[in-house]
């Protein structure tokens, strides 16, 4: 990990995303959703990772390109 924040809880990155915390476990499972480490039998995020997923799904309106 490149800095000393903490850990992002499952709970935590779905309030920053909108989505339902079974969202998140559905994206884990097909393998489409933000970057997660296992912390022995929990799910935890970095923030850099949530922020690069925002940005990896970001879309651009035609009329604003």
């Known amino acids: 990990m490149t800095t000393d924040e903490p850990l ?4 935590e990155v779905s309030k920053m995303l909108a ?7 559905g994206w884990r499972y097909l ?3 933000p970057a ?12 850099e990772d949530v922020e690069a997923y925002i940005a ?5 309106p035609p009329r604003d390109r």
Do not use: K
């Open 19 to 25: 989505v339902p915390v079974n969202s998140l476990a």
């Open 56 to 60: 990896r799904n970001r879309v651009v």
């Open 36 to 47: 997660f480490v296992r912390v022995g039998r929990m799910i935890r995020y970095q923030r």
């Open 8 to 11: 992002l809880t499952p709970g």
């Open 31 to 33: 393998g489409t959703g």
